[in-house]
């Protein structure tokens, strides 16, 4: 038994832990926690198999980006909102337990009566050290072989960048829940401030859900009310 | 024995598998979330696994656009549950339902 | 450069990490003296000479006092969340070379304890990790400032990490390499301008690249002016104040630990690492120059403490996305033209 | 170390360059131009831009070839459904520009526009790709823009829950893809099309295929069939489609799918030809179980949006019926196949925008999808009234309109292959769907509408009047010369097969 194996065994023992754990865990911190864990020992495994720079970058773009953003996201709502664990019906649970161990065995099927290829291609282990290594070789053939692909992925990115702004960013027409009036303005009186849907939905949907909701009013006075002048009327 | 592809094909099913139960059985749309993208993360472990094997690095490639196009999807998925969550309704699979007639 | 046994690595990280942890004790007793002397006092004095045992003390305190977890916490994940950005933060020590391979009583022996293809890539992944140990840390408190300065420190840390990526790039152009001791030993090649012969430290050809890395560096670390994750005055420490006892001093730690490391990173990146006069000769000078350079760094770092009031959070971020990171892309686009320019393919 | 670029041969590539320069055109003109200009403008620079990407593409006729190392291929395939994809465009900006200024909270333009463009452009590169990478980024690209279209009404909580049904279900699928073509990837050392056919043919050479690739080609039909929406992979889709606006609704039911089935066809024709007898009988289960129940399941819908939801799935069924119908004999593939299908979705886009566009003609006079909303709608107004007949005519597959020449030559095709069974399943499942097509006719024609309940709001709608004409008149025109087009698509994939074998060989 080689050290490889005995490093193989821990990592992907792990990892495959880290993932059930995923799965299992009740809090969605902890499952993304045990999501770390599991990238980590991906990593690992990346690393074992000579592609040190996608290792390096799986856990920077993963972890340190999208699983970040992740964790944001799980803070930034409320967490008395999140469902409790409930895994379906006790049968579903069970079926999917099923179907899961039957695809596994399907895969491991494969995996063992799957023959190799014979011909072996040419970034063997010394053509890679001669290109200066793992990130040169993948830099030649990404920026020669697959540029257009390479350009197309910037373009994917700038989808997403647009898609979360446009559907993240708080909507601006939206009234703010607390609207302050002043008796001394005229815009108080005004139908501006009106409460209710500004316009009829076009949709067989209730207003209530089209519109977003409009708070209570308060009332902020600054001064005496004696002192202000309405509308229409000459001061007391 | 030796450490073969094979070996490493058989941790990326388990873990692809692990990943798909996870989605089928949550009903937290962030932890569905992070389960698929484990589901990546094991396809990442094959297509390295055969990229090792066949001595050819386009399978690294492969992944690596798979990881820029996950990191963009995650962004538009991370905004939509905001946006969600912003009109006041929990990320949960079983409470969508208005749309159902 | 070549393989060596296992043992004498074990040997060289273990004289690496006790380097390390000594020098990260009294760059809190560094930071005391050198701030004390901005402000006119003395600094520590009472605790052996010129208070050089301080560290120790601190410690002793430290360790006797209870270790508290408060009800609303996630105990599990508070009492894990320190460990995280102590640890990684002396992992990322791995790839930072202290010299080429030296003859040591007739044996090769490596100054470094591991040189793998992404060194440089490796920080920012081990920078990246150390996050959840902040990010976690002020979840699971249970308390609202916490979280705000977990939160905070999550979105500076991320802008921040881009800016400090992308500042290297340059590098990587100019040497074709990630590997931080092939980067090193680039820089001990000399460049001669007609009678003058000067180092080519990165930090001439690469000036914006190098205030792009200090800066993003800075912020990285989470030190003033961009210490928002723990400013006592909004947020009571942000995401440290639940924690007391060897826990808080472990995060206290990380952060030191982190600036030396970030130090290291940057005299290895820019400033040409060991090399100095007589550095070729005798490997202990080279390591005496990269000890210089680490303490400037550090010295600029407390300056910056000493004379800068905090960024506001916007103010942070609009400078990370609005000025760095244009600077940073630019730095490549010149460095990348200049590059071609080299290699004889645009003119 | 230097990498010298081959310098790729730009002028295949032109009309996703227009599209391209389109989309940067419309996100700066959102930047920069006044809001109260970005109607006129916006839509303005879309039909003209995607007007020209149509005219660079038809100068492209009759050309082969591949450029950017293999990833980009031009041939018949890629240039009728780039066709396909850039009329489907500009219908939706016909019928979409009134929606989305004036209804559904007032959506933000440019910003539509931006990923409408981004999502055609992400279409046609999949219709192109010579490799597995390209089509996986370019599915992506396509679907990632239609998420957040689906999900753009974000004040209406309907459109983010449908937006996220669609982005995890998405999600999801493209893992199983991804997986598959990593399999595929693995039993062949390669990832363009071309040469994973030549290695397959040289390793299978009589023997029986080995498992992995089984499992790869498996993994890549499901992964497919979840984007196109084939049951048992379609419960995103009714969500999905009730959620967007309407037009979106239009526009997914098309691009995205069109970017699917050239996916499906690249795959399976061109890089896992000699696997076919594998997998056009799992096709041909997948057609059956989804034109049965999409029609169906489309008989209880209340409302007309989902209705046609549920329609579009039984599509999908008759789309992947004419796909099953690739039989290779000797190496020949049965040619009626692949231009069978291409019909389908040209006479699937008119007829199925158009009907999506009546709903918004409906909504634009404040009514809501129902099938109440419709009650009446004859005597009200008997133009769009007609129209809405003629588009659900076609649909439900009678002559002279084109849906009934699609699946005419689908039901060819098959018979050809000698899949009799499949051809009478579809004629049965077009007899189900008149019922539940019929019924809104029947309620437009023939009941009264509350008189309480009349058009409230009267939003100008003059491009959507325009697109809805020019789909009838396709639905008509197209189908009363159908000859001509169906020789297009003889000749244009008899094209993509000679590249094909050539770049085989």
Known sequence: MSWELVFFAVFSAAMLLCGLGVVAFENPVHSAVALVGSFINVAALFVMLGAEFLGVLQIIVYTGAVLVLVLFTIMLIDPTKLPEFYVGAPLQRFASVVVGAILLAEIGVAIITRTALEQIGPHTEAMVQQMGGNVQAIGQVMLSEYALAFEIASLVLTVGVVGAVVIGLPNRMVEPNTVTMSLGHTRGSSDMLAAGPKFESPMNIPAERYTAPVGERTVVMTKDPDAYTHPGETSK | MDLTTNHFLFVSAALFVIGMMGVLTRRNILIIFMCVEMMVAAVGITLVAFSHETATINGQVFFLFALAVAAAESAVGLAIVVALSRQGRAPDVEEMQTLKN | ?347 | MTVHLENPDWGMVLPQLIVLALAIVVSLLDAFLPREKHFTVITGVSLVGFGAAIVALLTQKGETGETFHGLFRLDGLSIFMNLVILIAAVLTVLISASYVEYLDSKMGTGEFYTLVTFAVLGAMLTASAGDMIMIYVGIELSSVATYILTAFAKRRGTSLEGGLKYFMLGLFASAILLYGMAWIYGSTASTGLDAINASLTATLSGEDANAGMLFGLLLVIVGLGFKLAAVPFHFWTPDAYDGAPTPVTGFMSVVPKAAAVAAMVRMMVQGLDALSDDWTIVLAVLAFVTMLFGNVVAISQRDVKRMLAYSSIAHTGYMLAGLAAVQVVDGVANERSVSSVLYYLISYAFMNIGAFAVIVWVQHRGQGTGLDDFSGLASRSPLPALAMTIFLVSLMGIPPTIGFYGKYYVIVALLDANMLWLAISIVVASAISAYFYLRVVAVMYFQEKAADDTDRTVVPSTLLNVGILVMVVGVLALGLFSGPIINLANDWTNLFSIAASAAGQ
């Open chain 3, 1 to 347: 450069m070549g393989d060596q046994p296992i043992w004498i690595t074990f040997i060289v990280t273990f004289a690496i990490m006790t380097v390390l942890l000594l020098s990260m004790a009294y760059t809190t007793w560094y930071e005391r003296k050198v701030l004390a002397r901005f402000q006119d006092r003395l600094g520590p004095t009472r605790t052996g000479k010129a208070g050089l045992m301080q560290p120790l003390a601190d410690a002793v305190k430290l360790m006797g006092k209870e270790d508290l977890v408060p009800d609303a916490a996630d105990r599990n994940v508070f009492l894990f969340a320190p460990l995280i950005t102590f640890t990684t933060a002396l992992l990322s020590a791995a790839v930072i070379p202290w010299g080429g391979t030296v003859q040591i009583f007739g044996t090769d022996v490596n100054l470094y304890p591991t040189d793998i293809n992404v060194g440089a890539l490796f920080i920012l992944a081990t920078g990246s990790i150390g996050v959840y140990g902040i990010i976690l840390g002020g979840w699971s408190s249970g308390n609202r400032y916490s979280l705000l300065g977990a939160i905070r420190s999550a979105a500076q840390v991320i802008s921040y990490e881009l800016i400090l990526g992308f500042s290297l790039v340059g590098i990587f152009i100019i040497t074709g390499t990630m590997s931080l001791t092939d980067i090193m030993f680039k820089q001990h090649e000399m460049l001669s301008f007609g009678p003058f012969e000067i180092s080519n430290w990165f930090v001439l050809t690469q000036p914006l690249g190098f205030v792009l890395f200090v800066i993003a560096a800075v912020a990285e670390t989470n030190r003033a002016p961009f210490d928002l994750p723990e400013a006592e005055s909004e947020l009571v420490a942000g995401f440290m104040t639940e924690y007391s006892a060897m826990r808080f001093a472990l995060y206290f730690l990380g952060e030191y630990i982190s600036m030396i490391i970030m130090s290291l990173f940057a005299a290895t990146l820019f400033l040409g690492g060991t090399s100095g006069p007589g550095a070729d000769k005798f490997w202990g000078l080279g390591i005496m120059w990269l000890v210089l350079k680490v303490m400037a760094f550090l010295f600029f770092y407390i300056w910056l403490r000493a004379t800068l009031p905090r960024f506001r959070f916007d103010q942070l971020m609009g400078l990370a996305w609005k000025v760095l990171l244009p600077l940073a892309i630019l730095n490549i686009v010149v460095t990348a033209f200049f590059r071609l320019i080299g290699n004889g393919q645009v003119f």
